[in-house]
Each structure stands twice: as C-alpha cells, then as structure tokens.
C-alpha cells in the first residue's frame, strides 16, 4: 500500500468531512452525516481495489468517494437536496448512487456481482455499510445469495459502535463476521482504524472474489467521533467521556505517527494540508454557485410510465414553480 497516498486521501475525507458540517451549519446543505473516525476503514478498502471494482455506499461514504476520485461537488450535491443520490458519474466511478435506505443496497450489490460472474468480468463490488443495517432482513437475503451463487462480493461492514442512539451492543448479541460461517462465506474482523490491516483483509477479499471463490463479510472495528448527522446531538445518548476514549485512537492521528516513525519529514503534512484545503475550497466554491435544478424532476427517473397519481402531482408542482 502506498501509505503516503493513504495518509494524504484520509486527510483530504477529514477536511472534507470538517468542511461539509460547516456548509450545513450556513445553510448550504440540508444535513449531512459525519464520518470523522472511519477514515482508514474507508479509504484503505478502496485503495485496495481496481478502479473498476463497484463500490456501493451508504449515506457515510465519502471517504471512499474521495479514494475513488469521485466528484465531490456532485457527490455533496445529494446533500443539498439537489440531486437523487448524487450528481457525479456513477458509471464511470463506478460508485453507485448513494443508498439512504438502511441495508437495501446489499442487495444491489449481490445482484450486480451475480450479473458480472454470469458475464465471466473479472471485477468485484463492495459494499459499505453500518452494523445497524445488518439487522435489516435485507442483509441475511444478501448474504445468503452471495453464498450460494457465489457471488464476488465484499461486504464491508463498518462497526462505529452506533446506529443513531443505538449502541452496538443492544444491535446485536454476537459478533458480525462470525455471522458468515452460518451462511458458507468468509468472514473476518479487523481493525477498523489501521489502515494496513484494512487493506490487507480488503485485497485478500478482492482477490478471493476474482478467483471465483465467493464473498467475504468484514468486519471493520472503528468509531464513529462525530453524531450520527447534522440533525443529531449525540451528547444526549453517550459520554463525551467515551468520545474523548475513542478520540486517542484517531486513525488519521495513527497513519501520521506511521509516516513520522518512517522517517517521513514534516514538509509532506504540510504539503498534504495544503493540497486538502485547495481542494476543500474549490468544491466548497463548486457548490454555492450550483443552482437547485427544477422541483418537477424529483417525479422523473423512476417510473418509464408514471401511475396517474405522480402526474398529477408533478404538474401541481409544476404550476408552483
Ligand atoms: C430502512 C431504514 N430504516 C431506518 C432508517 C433510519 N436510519 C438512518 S441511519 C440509521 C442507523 C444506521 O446505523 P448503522 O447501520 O450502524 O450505520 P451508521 O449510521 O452507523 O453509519 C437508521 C436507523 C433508514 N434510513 N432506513
Ligand atoms: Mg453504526
């Protein structure tokens, strides 16, 4: 792995993810959900892929957005309300549209692996998602047709410890990778906050998958620093005492000490800080002047004939603005 690179997209996910709270506070995006504290587990999983590997995210992805490349003024634009999933090219990042309903996209991801072994591709998809969503039925459906067909795909599961107010321990009895033996696949935990490890057990998966061998489930043992989003006060369900515990592992903090104990001098921080805020300013100026497309089009894209009842609705609309 090539650790500066790492250290220099897990800085830029921190300073995007700083930078995306303050734009909400100011009014220029509707909420937006912090992923400070999952940095590693983000960014090393998808540096551990082929560019062409699909990833599909949850709503707490930028930090693989930002390893992949992706647009990231597209990809705040679903958090303005201004586009469905994301205004970037899903396509050509092969990064599917952001996924809100917690768990669905499991799903999504088995049928896009199983579609991609029935066309013999040699690409795998990864999932992300929280350990609240593997309480979602939809994640024992995607596990167990991933298992039988063998389908190449990583279910990465980020354990932050939370799901909103939930904490880990009253969301499941048991350990989540351990959960893969029951249905025939390969399970695995790591930690969530080292990126190395993180690599490892995602370029192990990936290389499992393409060899036809079938899916992994990871689980990725991190912390999630900041609330769940924007419209959350985390200070009304756990300590700051458990905050500031968890705050000492920052795995930002850790992949620096890494590079300084490699010998790794303080003009690569300063020139990574640098480089992170050029671009944070740029997307920030990207998306203020973006305008709001028109309201009508949130009735487009599903429906190739809508039902009569969304007509009409969209033409109320339509005559409001
Ligand atoms: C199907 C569904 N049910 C409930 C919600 C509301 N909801 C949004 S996030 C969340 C918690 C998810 O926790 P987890 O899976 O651990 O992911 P994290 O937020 O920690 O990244 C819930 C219940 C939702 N978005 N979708
Ligand atoms: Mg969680």
Same mark, same amino acid.
């Given at each position: 792995?090539?650790?500066?690179?790492?250290?220099?997209?897990?800085?830029?996910?921190?300073?995007?993810?700083?930078?995306?709270?303050?734009?909400?506070?100011?009014?220029?995006?509707?909420?937006?959900?912090?992923?400070?504290?999952?940095?590693?587990?983000?960014? =090393?999983?998808?540096?551990?892929?082929?560019?062409?590997?699909?990833?599909?995210?949850?709503?707490?992805?930028?930090?693989?957005?930002?390893?992949?490349?992706?647009?990231?003024?597209?990809?705040?634009?679903?958090?303005?309300?201004?586009?469905?999933?994301?205004?970037?090219?899903?396509?050509?990042?092969?990064?599917?549209?952001?996924?809100?309903?917690?768990?669905?996209?499991?799903?999504?991801?088995?049928?896009?692996?199983?579609?991609?072994?029935?066309?013999?591709?040699?690409?795998?998809?990864?999932?992300?998602?929280?350990?609240?969503?593997?309480?979602?039925?939809?994640?024992?459906?995607?596990?167990?047709?991933?298992?039988?067909?063998?389908?190449?795909?990583?279910?990465?599961?980020?354990?932050?410890?939370?799901?909103?107010?939930?904490?880990?321990?009253?969301?499941?009895?048991?350990?989540?990778?351990?959960?893969?033996?029951?249905?025939?696949?390969?399970?695995?935990?790591?930690?969530?906050?080292?990126?190395?490890?993180?690599?490892?057990?995602?370029?192990?998966?990936?290389?499992?998958?393409?060899?036809?061998?079938?899916?992994?489930?990871?689980?990725?043992?991190?912390?999630?620093?900041? =609330?769940?989003?924007?419209?959350?006060?985390?200070?009304?369900?756990?300590?700051?005492?458990?905050?500031?515990?968890?705050?000492?592992?920052?795995?930002?903090?850790?992949?620096?000490?890494?590079?300084?104990?490699?010998?790794?001098?303080?003009?690569?921080?300063?020139?990574?800080?640098?480089?992170?805020?050029?671009?944070?300013?740029?997307?920030? =100026?990207?998306?203020?002047?973006?305008s709001d497309p028109p309201a009508v089009e949130m009735?487009d894209?599903?429906?190739?004939?809508?039902?009569?009842?969304?007509?009409?609705?969209?033409?109320?609309v339509g005559?409001?603005s």
């Open positions: 792995m090539d650790e500066r690179r790492c250290y220099r997209l897990m800085l830029l996910a921190r300073r995007l993810d700083e930078e995306a709270v303050r734009l909400q506070r100011q009014g220029e995006l509707v909420a937006f959900p912090p992923m400070q504290g999952q940095e590693a587990a983000e960014v =090393a999983s998808v540096m551990a892929l082929r560019e062409t590997d699909q990833i599909f995210p949850s709503y707490r992805e930028h930090g693989a957005a930002v390893a992949r490349g992706v647009d990231l003024v597209g990809y705040l634009l679903a958090y303005r309300g201004a586009w469905n999933g994301g205004a970037y090219d899903f396509a050509g990042h092969h990064f599917a549209p952001i996924a809100s309903a917690v768990g669905s996209h499991l799903l999504h991801a088995v049928g896009w692996a199983m579609g991609r072994r029935l066309d013999s591709g040699d690409e795998v998809a990864i999932v992300f998602f929280g350990e609240g969503a593997t309480s979602e039925g939809d994640a024992s459906e995607a596990f167990n047709f991933a298992g039988v067909y063998r389908a190449p795909v990583i279910f990465f599961c980020q354990n932050n410890g939370w799901a909103i107010s939930v904490p880990a321990a009253r969301q499941t009895a048991g350990e989540i990778w351990r959960r893969a033996a029951g249905f025939g696949i390969e399970g695995a935990r790591v930690d969530g906050n080292d990126a190395r490890a993180v690599y490892e057990s995602v370029a192990e998966a990936a290389s499992r998958a393409r060899r036809g061998d079938g899916p992994t489930l990871i689980e990725a043992m991190t912390y999630r620093l900041g =609330a769940h989003s924007t419209a959350d006060d985390d200070r009304r369900y756990r300590s700051s005492e458990e905050v500031a515990e968890r705050r000492a592992d920052d795995p930002l903090d850790r992949m620096r000490a890494t590079l300084e104990a490699e010998g790794v001098d303080a003009s690569f921080f300063e020139a990574a800080e640098l480089e992170a805020r050029e671009t944070i300013g740029r997307v920030r =100026a990207g998306l203020t002047v973006t009735f894209f599903v429906y190739a004939a809508p039902p009569p009842a969304l007509a009409r609705q969209r033409a109320e005559e409001l």
